[in-house]
């Protein structure tokens, strides 16, 4: 098997991998001063802090942070788009196929639009959340 023949194989493989296992995700951990705080993630109770969650990057998601005796404290987590991934795997795999540049410009534009179906060209931010938690007032 040729070396480029090699390289397309473990391309596409990669890619099956990532793509079989549904929308990528993105731990995010979390911290609040004071600790013990209950997280929820798109409203359903996902640790206590200091912890980490793990949301999927295709979609924004609520984070909501509560303690008693403090204020509530909710946030977006959003996802930022992040093509400069895509856009150099395009390019490897035009490359790769040994095609003109034209062919190669179409390749890159067919992977930004597949990682981006996927959530791949997206990253969470923020990437991690710190909080100071502010007693309720009386």
Do not use: W
């Amino acid at each position: 098997m040729s070396h480029r023949a090699f390289l397309v194989l473990l391309l596409i493989s990669t890619l099956t991998i990532l793509t079989a296992c549904g929308p990528p995700k993105q731990t995010i951990p979390i911290s609040t001063n004071p600790m013990g705080a209950t997280v929820y993630g798109d409203g359903k109770q996902m640790c206590t802090t200091p912890c980490s969650v793990s949301f999927t990057r295709d979609t924004d998601h609520l984070l909501t942070i509560h303690k008693e005796g403090f204020e509530q404290v909710d946030m977006i987590i959003s996802r930022r788009f992040k093509p400069d991934e895509a856009i150099r795997d395009g390019i490897i795999s035009g490359i790769l196929k040994g095609s003109d540049p034209e062919a190669v410009g179409s390749e890159v534009a067919r992977e930004v639009d597949e990682q981006e179906r996927s959530g791949e060209a997206y990253e969470l931010t923020p990437s991690i959340v710190r909080i100071t938690l502010k007693p309720e007032s009386q």
